[in-house]
């Protein structure tokens, strides 16, 4: 049973900081979306996503396919992003216009499901014989599990049922063909485990449960199953290599599970469905599988940026230890699949260290993985950037020193849109008796247990979280990992009650004023002595926030800048220019000069300097330029 | 013109050091490849090299090819590199029975060998329509070079010239094809070239020099020949990708080449015949190209072991700067094209530099590729290993951490075969008035200008080395760059006169002692901090050998050892064990501690240690460790 679990999307109205990203996302993202969805973007590849449904339908009414099919197989789910990212925004700025779109997109995709509840325009229009024959490769069951994820979210925000509807009816058709007809396999990408998931969740179809506990269930139970899929057909969509079952996972059964492998999106969305599943389930051999999953990534295999999947060959875990920063992969998506699989964990286990996680993710990689404009994203989230090198190099052909525009393959814009306009779900929980603060975001909560609070602060840049207490409960907050310190204050009295799991468990009524205070000094940290490609190396970090040195900042050249180890530290918050209202930090350096040989016994001189930190999540926001996280120290 | 040339290879008798790993290739890596190439070595995969040529030799007289062609297009070539080692070989160690076997099988090539001079076992074998239409990928002109140059060994060592008549046919049978006839293009694999030159050093065979200097030209005239070569052909040998004109160092004529760039053994091989060339032809603008390639190399991209090649994507040069550790690529081979590169371009400028490198590479990149025992091989020449990630991680799969036996493709082993057996020609040089001494060998040389001497010295541990002169003339010592001291004496009086261009010249006479002493102090060295991956690493070097940290003494974890700025050095003798008469060094050091987190902000303890290097040639001879170049420094 549920420990705690996210709030309704609706409790929450945000303010500050998060609005003003969801603003962005609002303003900027969906708006711009919606125009590549429609082909009318400028400049922008075509998307035909629209176009696509509306010849699905076309095919169904049987008056032919019009232009046919375009893109990639998986081009459904662009419209399926998008709806749930609208929807998310919806709530917190409802807007007549936007529901106006996205009833008339759903009045297309309705249109677009067969008699028998099948929906995915890419077979539709190509070859309606081909469904379900290529589960490794084609999406077919992610294209359902994102659109089963935006009918979800529509309702929620809108309570119109339409979409929700149209994906019940879709389930229950996946449902007759992998349960009642027996068809075998299981999603080559996973998504639609945890999808289904949530529509148990929201409607109570236990068919919905069943089907995502059978493909939980049946995965790498044969480990050679896309082999044999293969070679019973005779097409592929790209021909990839189904013997590499540790890529989509499928190499032993979940239970078996112990490290983190594969591709780190994939892995995080079926980590994610698995820890959804022990919470309705309470199975307890999966539960300890997630665990050992989390803990491989957490303890091994993760970067202080809460970036995952190290490298770009198959956009996967590496091995242990294998974290470099000038070749990280680090797919702003894993990053989004990592909050929601450490989201869903804190549904089974409250315990700071999943808040920690998803706090670390979400400050750093997510957020880095859109320009502070929202014109431009980041697929990959490298940790050092050196132009001359990283795009150049052929083992840094996919470190790229800008946010590109919009992509033709949109995963990670719309991934971090939905996140972001639904934060409110990841940083506030909640059960019968308890109201949880996971993540510090001000605005207010109305708690479904009865507990209302207003939260105010200028965090990640202060660190100082009030909360005033209109109805009264129990809260529980956390108290972050990164913190050395903290205070807190229930009507100016210091609550001397020691955390639980990293949560401070207390009683409030309404009125109360309860203040938190957090270490706000920023701390140089080490890496494990362990990991080769750090070694000596100190990354400076305040509050969550990792920070990194950016050559605009630096004179040009940030590799030849080592931070002293105690060298002083100063905050000061920038009052104008692109990154107006955050806080950057000066630290005490030295500069070395070499003589200009590529190697020489004449160590290089240092000239004492003050180089100068930005938050992470805002580099390259200020033009192509050197950029480094993890920096030399020196004493 | 050339102002000074190799010495031949009679005038050299090694000892010491260099006679050891001579003595080691004589007895241990010929007759192993011998057996190899018969397909008699128990265990070793087919090889089928002397079938290969007994086969096209039935085919040419009408008897039909036996079992056919086996093996890479390229195989051809391991007979000749087999032979031209055992040609050095027989001069230091003279050997009737291994004699009697390249005899043997100089019969067999000679009679594999058509009417017109054509000779290819693959083509002949498997369809004589094909020759000369894939230059791109079939390593036609390479195998014939490689097979020139162990005809002018052969000759060299033994007088004998049925294999130089051979070649010389073969050569006036390119010759025909490609001059008289026309037939348009040049060798996908540069090696064809340094061939011919030799061929005409040897012979004054004018159409050698002529068709090379063709071959030089040509190359890059049409970036896009390739392309147009493979279009107009319907078969390819491994269908790589012609357009990459940059592999195959196609992409600009050779004049106007700036950056070393494509293939790393290619390249060299190129260039080393651009070198030959001028120093044939006076071609100031080809020397002009020479000098910037090569400074292109020493000063942006070579590894600090005279690895180059960094990358094993294309196994390739990649960009200024771009030398990580623990992803190198640098093939052996690559070092021992670098050494013929450097050595010809000696022939056109006197200047230390270019023996720097030779010697550089020589004892760190050259040596470390052969095992102890002479039995195992490294292509690939990491600075940085660590068990766990090195060969297992998808980046780090080519990184090798035990030297393997013998490989099909077999490159790399008979090529530091060749070097070795060859030394002396590296290491010695003259011309009319002058006797050289690039490197330090022991030895006597009698050099073809009267000059004659015995050098005695146990360098590259002992940095005393002493010349007895036999015959007196005009001696030119160099003075390495990595020697912050020197003392020269002639009959105990110190030569006063400054170096020129690195290199101090001096008259002797018959019976004087002349003794030079080097800067024996270990020393740490520093990489520039325009190269990301080893800022605030050091180096530990002394005379031209690079010292690595492996596990195996350091209590199994090298990466969490600093070395300390100021630390005690020590250097002591090993007198048993794999690495008798090698110097160890030890190094005042803190060893690191982490508690156990990825990522602290408690910084890792430190214990003072001694850590303990060994010469970065002798890595990987004691067992699977952790293995490091440069590491991280701590004042």
């Known amino acids: 049973m549920k420990i705690q679990q996210q709030i309704k999307l609706s409790s929450y109205r945000s303010k500050d900081f998060i609005r003003d990203y969801q603003k962005l996302v609002k303003e900027t993202v969906i708006p711009y979306q919606y125009s590549v969805l429609n082909d009318m973007a400028p400049g922008a590849e075509k998307s035909h996503v629209v176009k696509n449904f509306e010849n699905a339908a076309g095919v169904l009414r049987g008056e032919g396919a019009g232009d046919g099919f375009y893109g990639q197989v998986f081009q459904d789910s662009d419209a399926a992003k998008w709806i749930e990212a609208a929807a998310y925004s919806l709530i917190s700025f409802p807007d007549k216009g936007l529901e106006e779109m996205c009833d008339g997109l759903i009045d297309k995709i309705a249109d677009a499901q067969d008699t028998d509840g099948y929906l995915n325009t890419y077979f539709t229009i190509k070859d309606k014989e081909k469904r379900f024959t290529n589960l490794y490769e084609a999406h077919e069951l992610y294209c359902a599990g994102h659109m089963m994820e935006a009918a979800c979210a529509y309702y929620e925000a809108t309570g119109k049922d339409k979409l929700l509807n149209v994906m019940i009816k879709n389930a229950e058709h996946i449902y007759k063909v992998f349960i009642l007809d027996g068809h075998e396999g299981f999603p080559g990408h996973p998504e639609v485990e945890l999808a289904l998931l949530r529509m148990y969740q929201l409607t109570g179809n236990k068919h919905c449960l069943e089907l995502a506990k059978h493909f939980i269930d049946v995965r790498g139970a044969d480990p050679d199953y896309y082999n044999k899929e293969t070679k019973s057909r005779s097409w592929t969509v790209w021909g990839n290599n189904p ?5 989509q996972q499928s190499d032993v059964p979940v239970r078996m599970m112990k490290d983190a492998k594969g591709h780190a999106v994939r892995a995080v969305y079926l980590y994610t469905a698995m820890a959804q599943l022990c919470s309705e389930t309470d199975d307890k051999e999966l539960f300890e599988a997630c665990k050992r999953l989390f803990k491989s990534i957490k303890d091994k295999q993760m970067y202080i940026t809460g970036g995952i999947g190290s490298t770009s060959i198959g956009e996967a875990f590496s091995v242990d230890y294998d974290l470099p920063g000038d070749t990280a992969y680090s797919e702003t998506c894993a990053s989004v699949g990592l909050m929601f699989f450490a989201s869903r964990m804190l549904e089974n286990e409250v315990s700071s ?28 989230n490298p940790l050092e950037v050196v132009p001359g090198i990283s795009g150049v190099s052929q083992t840094h052909k996919h470190i790229i020193t800008q946010r590109p525009g919009w992509y033709a393959c949109a995963c990670c814009p719309p991934n971090a849109a939905r996140l972001i306009s639904s934060f409110g779900k990841y940083a506030y929980g909640e059960n019968e008796n308890t109201a949880f603060c996971h993540m510090f975001a001000s605005g207010e909560v109305n708690f479904k247990n009865g507990v209302s609070l207003v939260c105010e602060t200028n965090y990640p840049y202060d660190f100082k979280i009030r909360y005033k207490i209109n109805r009264g409960g129990e809260l529980a907050v956390r108290i972050p990992g990164w913190s050395r310190s903290y205070e807190l204050k229930v009507n100016g009295v210091v609550l001397s009650d020691e955390p639980k799991s990293g949560y401070l468990f207390f009683k409030v009524k309404e ?50 800048v080592a931070l002293k180890r105690d060298g002083e530290m100063r905050v000061s918050r920038l009052d104008d220019g692109a990154l107006k209202g955050v806080d950057k930090i000066t630290v005490g350096a030295v500069r070395k000069r070499d003589g200009g040989s590529l190697y020489s016994d004449v160590p290089p001189e240092e000239t004492e300097i003050t180089a100068v930190a930005v938050p992470y999540y805002i580099w ?16």
């Open 620 to 635: 390259g926001n200020r033009g192509e330029n050197q950029m480094r996280v993890w920096m030399d120290e020196i004493r």
């Open 353 to 380: 260290e999943y808040a920690d996680v998803m706090e670390k993710a979400f400050y750093n990689t997510v957020l880095a993985g859109m320009a502070l404009d929202g014109k431009s994203f980041f697929y990959v």
């Open 511 to 560: 009125g109360d004023d309860v203040t938190l205070t957090l270490d706000d000094t920023p701390r140089l940290v080490y890496p494990s002595t362990s990991i080769p490609s750090l070694t000596g190396k100190v990354c400076l970090m305040r509050g969550p926030l990792v920070y990194c040195f950016e050559g605009v900042d630096n004179d040009g050249d940030v590799l030849s």
């Open 243 to 247: 013997a590499d079952n540790v890529y």
